[in-house]
């Protein structure tokens, strides 16, 4: 369903749509939402007034940006007016780029040989079986490292990654630099793949 089918069937309030749309959002809208406030239980109440919000708005949405898109605006909108976190939230350069983005144990130190080289070759994921990587434990053990992340890095990781947002979508909804949000996804994803190579050498 494309999103101009997607919205005709929300304006006519084909329940069985909305509730697919619920489905397919809620979750991340969750985790965008707790990078907000405080606790689980008002990221709920966040979410949760989104949907009304998308329902009570669907008649005078122009599609002048994608439906998604219009979704995470009104979520990062009542997110904000909930107000518990806003103010520790966006980050500087020097925050944003504070993190390494591969842990220094996976190289050997000053006064080796090799020093700077890899300690620790990164996992060639070809060589993983897909019965490992889709597996409920690996994909619970990345919900875990998400909800992990600080909370810019978890926000920005879920719109790119997960949603399936543009660049120039995330940094619009999150008050981002182009130079930011690039800096905090690459920390994001490299902390993941950290996680989920871990994971992957208990498997086997």
């Known amino acids: 369903m494309t999103d101009l089918d997607e919205l005709a069937a929300l304006r006519r309030r084909d329940e069985a749509v909305f509730a697919a749309l619920v489905r397919r959002h809620h979750h991340s809208m969750l985790r965008v939402a707790r990078s907000y406030v405080a606790t689980e239980s008002v990221a709920e109440e966040v ?17 002048r940006s994608r439906l998604t898109t219009w979704i995470y605006a009104i979520l990062i909108n009542r997110a904000r007016s909930s107000g518990s976190r806003e103010a520790r939230w966006v980050p500087t350069d020097v925050m944003a780029i504070a993190e390494p983005s591969v842990a220094p144990d996976w190289f050997h130190g000053h006064g080796h040989d090799d020093a700077r080289h890899w300690r620790r070759i990164p996992t060639d994921w070809r060589t993983v079986p897909e019965s490992v990587l889709e597996s409920r434990e690996t994909r619970a053990v990345l919900d875990q490292a998400i909800a992990a992340l600080p909370p810019l890095h978890r926000a920005v990781i879920t719109m790119r990654d997960i949603e399936g947002l543009s660049a120039s979508e995330a940094c619009d909804l999150l008050g981002l630099t182009e130079v930011n949000q690039r800096v905090v996804l690459h920390r994001a994803r490299a902390r993941l793949r950290e996680t989920l190579e871990r994971h992957v050498e208990d498997q086997r």
Do not use: N, P, Y
Request: proline share 0%; hydrophobic share 45%; charged share 30%.
């Open 47 to 63: 979410v949760q007034d989104t949907w009304v919000a998308v329902i009570d708005g669907i008649d005078r949405f122009e599609g």
